[in-house]
């Protein structure tokens, strides 16, 4: 069964980058997309971007500026960065996979990131 | 870009009750790209429906999805306890960009 576990700062300061680490177990990460989705408290839903085995990234156009993504093969795990962060990026961050069912499935249980000085 | 509108926002129910959750999107969307997800207060979404009308694993026979073109219905009939949740519709298109739906909550009425 697939797992995913995010990890990284709970906090970052404004103007500074946010990294987050999703690390895989269960499976190899040797197939399909995996994602990074955002959720402010109280609120809906946001895609920010995917990365495949190949290294191809495909992110939101909302984002796409200030959004980076990895994947280490060896290691199982994909990383999320997130440059020039205000407040209005303050949520739950979620890895996920899409098993090319234009879905995700499973999800990581997400990790809170708050920006604030 | 594609924007998906669930409606109603909230929905009051008993256990036992059927529930019927709408999602209209602004386009066409290919069945195969209309997915739904219930999230618990505190947990992530969890895969329900993908591919409009496929339940995931797991998921009981009491959730079903229908719909195509732009208006697409989750239904649950009979209506367990633990089925009171906020439900989301999620579509799929190219280039590649995943678009949610605003939630419709499913309370105990």
């Known amino acids: 069964q697939v797992q995913l576990q995010e990890s990284g700062p709970g906090l970052v300061k404004p103007s500074e980058t946010l990294s987050l680490t999703c690390t895989v177990s269960?499976?190899?990460?040797?197939?399909?997309?995996w994602n990074w989705i955002r959720q402010p408290a109280g609120r809906g839903l946001e895609w920010i971007g995917r990365i495949n085995t190949s290294g191809s990234t495909n992110f939101n156009p909302s984002l796409k500026s200030r959004v980076t993504m990895s994947l280490d093969m060896s290691k199982n795990q994909f990383s999320l960065r997130l440059s020039s962060v205000t407040a209005a990026d303050t949520a739950m961050y979620y890895c996920?996979?899409?098993?090319?069912?234009?879905?995700?499935?499973?999800w990581g249980q997400g990790t809170l990131v708050t920006v604030s000085s | 870009e594609i924007v998906l509108t669930q409606s109603p926002g909230t929905l009051s129910l008993s256990p036992g009750e059927r529930a019927t959750l709408s999602c209209r999107a602004s386009?066409?969307?290919?069945?195969?790209?209309l997915v739904w997800y219930q999230q618990k207060p505190g947990q992530a979404p969890r895969l329900l429906i993908y591919g409009a009308s496929s339940r995931a694993t797991g998921i009981p026979d009491r959730f079903s999805g229908s719909g195509s073109g732009t208006d697409f219905t989750l239904t649950i009939t009979r209506l367990e306890p633990e089925d009171f949740a906020v439900y989301y519709c999620q579509q799929y298109e190219r280039p590649p960009l995943y678009t949610f739906g605003q939630g419709t909550k499913l309370e105990i009425k």
């Open positions: 996920a996979r899409d098993p090319f069912r234009s879905s995700f499935d499973p």
């Open positions: 386009q066409s969307v290919s069945s195969s790209d």
């Open positions: 269960g499976d190899s990460i040797t197939d399909y997309y």
